[in-house]
Antibody, heavy 121, light 107 residues
Framework: EVQLLESGGGLIQPGGSLRLSCTASGFTFNNYAMDWVRQAPGKGLEWVSAISTRGERTFYADSVRGRFTISRDNSRNTLYLQLNNLRPEDTAVYYC??????????????WGQGTLVTVSS | AIQVTQSPSSLSVSVGDRVIITCRASQDIRNDLAWYQQKPGKAPKLLIYAASTLQSGVPSRFSGSGSGTDFTLTITNLQPEDFATYYCLQDYTYPWTFGQGTKVEIK
């Protein structure tokens, strides 16, 4: 059974840093690109970042580029998101998602349960 | 970045109705669009990818169409479990972008 389990969320002051983790199981982690998607309270979904299978290519939303860093450790089946210089508008539930490559097309076929990041003084 | 405009933002419907949700991209994205369903407090669920391909296990009352800039999600014979919020996502080019969401509520 495919499972994605996020951790690392919490309450952090503006300007602070946090590292989120997403531990994968039930599939061959290094065969899949992975992404982070977030959702502010009561708001819609926002794509945040993506990383290729070996980590050589990374992509970011304009709103987080230069502050967030996505990475992965395929030996540990773990995806990371380093959040620096956090702002109140970064408050959200952060989901990790697997890019399942459905028939060669991108698709988020599995999601974690999410971890809440709250940026507030 | 490609903008994706989703409409309507909400609609009130009854069980058995047909629902049509649209997404318009700010430029040609071929068929690189997916649809997701989200229920309160839950992670999104993939419904359709490549604009019109139904994900395995998703009921056939869900269908998607369109290419280029205009896309549609249709739900026929709406069931009680379909009351949720629906999002489109363009995965043609980074940064990927979601539509604003459509909340389908019970009339």
């Amino acid at each position: 059974e495919v499972q994605l389990l996020e951790s690392g969320g919490g309450l952090i002051q503006p300007g602070g840093s946090l590292r989120l983790s997403c531990t994968a199981s039930g599939f061959t982690f290094n065969n899949y690109a992975m992404d982070w998607v977030r959702q502010a309270p009561g708001k819609g979904l926002e794509w945040v970042s993506a990383i290729s299978t070996r980590g050589e290519r990374t992509f970011y939303a304009d709103s987080v580029r230069g502050r967030f860093t996505i990475s992965r450790d395929n030996s540990r089946n773990t995806l990371y998101l380093q959040l620096n210089n956090l702002r109140p508008e970064d408050t959200a539930v952060y989901y990790c998602a697997r890019d399942g490559l459905c028939d060669g097309n991108s698709c988020f076929d599995y999601w974690g349960q999410g971890t809440l990041v709250t940026v507030s003084s | 970045a490609i903008q994706v405009t989703q409409s309507p933002s909400s609609l009130s419907v009854s069980v058995g109705d047909r629902v049509i949700i649209t997404c318009r991209a700010s430029q040609d994205i071929r068929n690189d669009l997916a649809w997701y369903q989200q229920k309160p407090g839950k992670a999104p669920k993939l419904l359709i990818y490549a604009a019109s391909t139904l994900q395995s296990g998703v009921p056939s009352r869900f269908s998607g169409s369109g290419s280029g800039t205009d896309f549609t999600l249709t739900i026929t014979n709406l069931q009680p479990e379909d009351f949720a919020t629906y999002y489109c996502l363009q995965d043609y080019t980074y940064p990927w972008t979601f539509g604003q969401g459509t909340k389908v509520e019970i009339k």
